[in-house]
T-cell receptor, first 115, second 111 residues
Framework: GAGVSQSPRYKVAKRGQDVALRCDPI?????LFWYQQALGQGPEFLTY????????KSGLPSDRFFAERPEGSVSTLKIQRTQQEDSAVYLC?????????????FGSGTRLTVV | QKEVEQNSGPLSVPEGAIASLNCTYS??????FFWYRQYSGKSPELIMS????GDKEDGRFTAQLNKASQYVSLLIRDSQPSDSATYLC???????????FGAGTRLFVKA
């Protein structure tokens, strides 16, 4: 596609509910990143994929967070048993190369509100 | 100490003035440096990247890097109201794939 596509744009979840956030990167982009952005803060790294391999998941806040990219294209970030502190914008970014050294293209983000 | 530090602002400048945004980083092996612009309610957009000491100019934007002082800056000449946004400084470690972002500086350009 022409850009990074994320869905849904907005998600309201009741506390304890599971959610799944989807990212469709730019076609052919090797690298895919997930970031979490709280209000008034910069994006915080969650996890990184190079093709289908998850090379770094050090930023995932807890074992309730899980990400996958099974065919090296579309990625899903899943949050189990959502908590209020999970409320944030979840940003997906992709890059054509196997590093982040040339900057990212971000999607529009998914705004998650846990009530 | 945060890895990437920025003054949160807001920084307010009159239209036509030069806006100067600053950033410091803690890791000496950082290799790649970026400025992203983020409008309210939108996602970050890459506007400048810089990899070596000195200045890099692109239109009204100039990025400056001083690795010895671990300092990156962004100058916006002839500031316009449309430049009003949050500017995020971001840093990549050498050989790394992970970009670390600062909290951003809010810029207001008054017409």
């Amino acid at each position: 596609g022409a850009g990074v596509s994320q869905s849904p744009r907005y998600k309201v979840a009741k506390r304890g509910q599971d959610v799944a956030l989807r990212c469709d990167p730019i076609s052919g982009h090797v690298s895919l990143f997930w970031y979490q952005q709280a209000l008034g803060q910069g994006p915080e790294f969650l996890t990184y994929f190079q093709n289908e391999a998850q090379l770094d998941k050090s930023g995932l806040p807890s074992d309730r967070f899980f990400a996958e990219r099974p065919e090296g294209s579309v990625s899903t970030l899943k949050i189990q048993r959502t908590q209020q502190e999970d409320s944030a914008v979840y940003l997906c970014a992709s890059s054509p190369l196997g590093t982040g050294n040339y900057g990212y293209t971000f999607g529009s983000g998914t705004r998650l509100t846990v009530v | 100490q945060k890895e990437v530090e920025q003054n949160s602002g807001p920084l307010s400048v009159p239209e036509g003035a030069i806006a100067s945004l600053n950033c410091t980083y803690s890791d000496r092996v950082s290799q790649s440096f970026f400025w992203y612009r983020q409008y309210s309610g939108k996602s970050p957009e890459l506007i400048m990247s810089i990899y070596s000491n000195g200045d890099k100019e692109d239109g009204r934007f100039t990025a400056q890097l001083n690795k010895a002082s671990q300092y990156v800056s962004l100058l916006i000449r002839d500031s316009q109201p449309s430049d009003s946004a949050t500017y995020l400084c971001a840093v990549n470690l050498m050989g790394g794939f992970k970009t670390i972002f600062g909290a951003g500086t809010r810029l207001f350009v008054k017409a």
